[in-house]
């Protein structure tokens, strides 16, 4: 009797990703699209604002510090990834540069 396992595993699928993406260069598209997200927010509620009666000032006070906190909790499992990943490959290469360094090895 054989059992198939689901395609693919979810060591494959963390292990393309290490494979495709750099975490630094993950980590800086991510503030790239940030920023663009909340352009994209602040202009579309702003407008909505100033079409009521209110000004664009009335919905920069508003938006401040939220939108930066909303995206941050909303893309926290992908930088916390990135993160651990940078630190996971650092810790590996202190140990290789400890392995070469070691007496023994020579």
Known sequence: MTAQLPLPARWAEELADRELQDPHERLEHLARDKRAVVRSIRELIEWLVVKHGGSP?????????????????????????????????????????????????R
């Open 57 to 105: 000032a009335d919905a920069a006070d508003a938006l401040d510090a939220y939108l930066e906190t909303m995206i941050d909790n909303a893309t926290l499992p992908v930088r916390r990834k990135a993160y651990d990943r940078i630190l996971e490959d650092d810790v590996l290469m202190r140990f290789v540069r400890d392995v070469a360094r070691h007496p023994f090895a």
